[in-house]
């Protein structure tokens, strides 16, 4: 007798109505979440076993209480054998969240594990006035007359997004670097500036950028943001706003202001 082939098999289980088969609900695992910012995080997992009854659906599930359910907040993102890890953007500032994953057969809901995760906080400061940006405790200030978008791809640089402003009235020019996800636009959220290499992932958004003036013409001249700083990013899904309250670069500046870029 020949032996029947485990893919056979299953077909076999899949496709006929045996007695004394236990179907169970899917089993799935749930990936810990990574890159919260102050609207988002990634988050997702993969289907294990289908539990021998056809999988109609699987995404997340998340709520602001512990143990989240179908009757929760639900994101499918597609069905029978699969998984899904991605950027959602549909969260609240500094909230905390508990999320699994979870697929749907006909016997019933199938979760992986649960994990938490806490968004930060907004920016702490709301310039008023756009496109101006405050250089120190004087009054010495770039109005800023153009932002310059472009994917620099040089070997020493580790971003693959950058935002140059340019100023009709001044030489100092603000340059600000991001390692996004296919070179999209950062995210909202509070961006930590790094020195040297962004990480081993070229193409993740971790919550890191450079930050450093260019100012060649005048004094004080040129500046980097130390590792660590703190500044801030709002994104609409069409303008990207950068933010800065009391950022410092080196003892030369302290950035107050904002200023932004809109998508066409």
């Not at 609409?236 to 932004?260: A, H, M, Q």
């Amino acid at each position: 007798m020949k032996k029947i082939s485990l893919l056979f098999l299953i077909l076999i289980l899949n496709g006929c109505e045996i007695e004394h088969i236990n179907y169970l609900t899917p089993v799935v695992l749930s990936y810990e979440p990574e890159n919260v910012m102050t609207n988002s995080a990634i988050l997702g997992g993969e289907v294990g076993s289908e539990g021998g009854k056809k999988i109609t659906e699987y995404g997340i599930v998340y709520s602001k209480t512990a143990n989240p359910t179908i009757s929760d907040n639900k994101i499918i993102e597609g069905s029978r054998i699969g998984e899904s890890f991605k950027i959602y953007t549909v969260f609240e500032a500094n909230t905390t969240y508990y999320y699994r994953f979870y697929a749907i057969n006909e016997i019933g809901a199938g979760y992986g594990e649960e994990y938490s995760f806490k968004t930060s906080m907004e920016a702490p400061c709301n310039p008023v006035t756009n496109n101006l940006i405050k250089l120190s405790n004087s009054q010495q200030i770039i109005d800023i007359s153009r932002v310059e978008v472009r994917n620099p791809n040089w070997a020493f640089n580790e971003g693959n997004i950058e935002f140059k402003t340019s100023s009709n009235a001044s030489t100092a020019r603000i340059v600000v670097q991001f390692n996004e996800y296919n070179q999209n636009p950062p995210l909202t959220g509070t961006y930590t500036v790094v020195l040297g290499d962004f990480g081993n992932d070229k193409n993740l958004s971790t919550g890191e950028a450079k930050l450093y003036i260019e100012n060649y013409g005048g004094y004080p001249g040129g500046a980097v943001a130390d590792a660590g700083t703190k500044f801030y990013v709002k994104n609409d899904k069409k303008t990207v706003t950068i933010i800065f309250c009391d950022t410092p670069l080196e003892t030369k500046y302290l950035l107050n202001g904002k200023f932004s870029y809109t998508f066409e």
